[in-house]
């Protein structure tokens, strides 16, 4: 009985080692699942944190992309402007520089002289105010030449520009060959129209007479006014010989 209870008392560290054992297995077997499930966790994590960070990244990538297409857009909107607004500016600088054409209206510069500020106002202002400088040398250069070459009175040309175009009348018709004829036109006692009815009367009656030599509209033919009551006809290329000159200057 004795040695029953001593053998049982023996048993016992083994069959608890046993126990033991397989209790550390189980729980190492448990430990393992828990680590690979808690692995499969860290990396099902780092999968969505990876693919959300990529589609961050893509979408930065692409909010990037767009931001420099909108930034290209509006270099390239504004450079077309600034170019629109040069060329509109070299235009009208070119315009000016080109005397013998007319002045253009320059509405394209009063709008950006409207519709701007700083330094482009300041250009549009310069400029109109240069255009209309030059429109009033060209008023007065006008007015110089008229009163150089035509008579005040009846608007004809007086006796310095009937020069030019006698010189020149003589020259192409030595050149072609042809012949013209010098008419001089005189009124008769328009000195005792003057004394008699005055100035005015006078002045009326040249003036009559210069339209009505103006409306005969002879081809080849320049009509002006030497001064007083003397008026000069000038007509060119009648003909190739004296006799059909001659007749073609009377009629």
């Known amino acids: 009985m004795a040695n029953e209870s001593a053998a049982r008392e023996l048993g016992d560290p083994a069959l ?3 126990e033991a054992q397989n209790h550390f297995n189980t729980f190492t077997l448990f430990s393992q699942q828990i680590f690979e499930a808690l692995t499969l966790r860290a990396k ?11 589609r961050s990244h893509s979408t930065t990538i692409w909010l990037g992309i767009a931001m420099m297409g909108v930034l290209i857009s509006a270099a390239f909107f504004a450079s077309w402007r ?11 600088i070119l315009s000016l520089s080109k005397r013998r054409q007319p002045l ?3 509405h394209a510069i009063e709008q950006m002289r409207q519709q701007h500020s700083g330094p ?9 105010a240069l255009k209309d400088s030059e429109q009033q040398r060209r008023e007065a250069e006008q007015k110089i030449h008229r009163l150089a070459y035509y008579d005040t009175l009846t608007k ?25 004829a010098l008419v001089y036109l005189g009124m008769d006692n328009f000195k005792r129209i003057n004394d008699s ?7 009326n009656l040249l ?9 005969l509209q002879v081809e080849g033919a320049t009509i002006g006014r030497l001064g007083g009551d003397e008026f000069m006809v000038i007509l060119d290329g009648l003909a190739g010989e004296h006799l059909k000159a001659a007749e073609k200057a009377e009629a």
């Open 197 to 203: 009815s005055g100035h005015r009367v006078g002045d």
């Open 82 to 92: 600034i170019n629109k607004r040069l060329m509109v500016v070299g235009d009208a």
């Open 156 to 180: 004809l040309p007086n006796w310095r520009l009937m020069k030019e175009h006698l010189q020149h009348s003589l020259d192409t018709n030595q050149q072609a060959s042809t012949f013209g």
């Open 104 to 106: 253009p209206d320059f």
């Open 120 to 128: 482009l106002k300041r250009i549009a202002t310069a400029l109109i």
């Open 207 to 215: 003036k009559l007479i210069a339209q009505r030599l103006t409306d």
């Open 16 to 18: 608890f080692l046993k």
């Open 44 to 54: 099902e994590r780092h999968d969505l944190s990876f693919d959300a960070l990529t």
